[in-house]
């Protein structure tokens, strides 16, 4: 079983950049998607980008696009560049882990089997 931990959140001025990671430990990442999420105040989880785990395409949330990149590293770390960080941005960002390889599916939380425990991004402005 895979464990996740993030790391890399904290405060950042409106324009500025965070880079997050998502970290394995009990086994790698070459035979999961991950998914990147994050949950405002008051707000549902939502997707944020994912990366497959076949050919690592990429999926991006919209307000993500051209701001956001999702890589693999290695077989242990995946990241989340965020530029141009707007006040919108921040949350707790989640990064989990899925069995399920779909494109049109992990975008949903419920595709994902494992979680980290979050980190969180405070943007000002």
């Known amino acids: 079983e895979v464990q996740l931990v993030e790391s890399g959140g904290g405060l950042v001025q409106a324009g500025g950049s965070l880079r997050l990671s998502c970290t394995a430990s009990?086994?790698?990442?070459?035979?999961?998607?991950i998914g990147w999420f994050r949950q405002a105040p008051g707000k549902e989880r939502e997707a944020v980008s994912c990366?497959?785990?076949?050919?690592?395409?990429t999926i991006y949330k919209d307000s993500a696009k051209g701001r956001f990149t999702i890589s693999r590293d290695n077989m242990a770390t995946v990241y989340l560049k965020m530029n141009t960080l707007e006040p919108q941005d921040a949350a707790v960002y989640y990064c989990?882990?899925?069995?399920?390889?779909?494109?049109?599916?992990?975008?949903?939380?419920?595709?994902?089997?494992?979680w980290g425990q979050g980190t969180r991004v405070t943007v000002s402005s």
């Open positions: 990366i497959t785990s076949a050919d690592n395409s």
């Open positions: 009990g086994d790698t990442f070459d035979d999961y998607a």
């Open positions: 989990a882990a899925s069995h399920n390889d779909g494109e049109l599916v992990l975008p949903l939380p419920s595709a994902y089997n494992y």
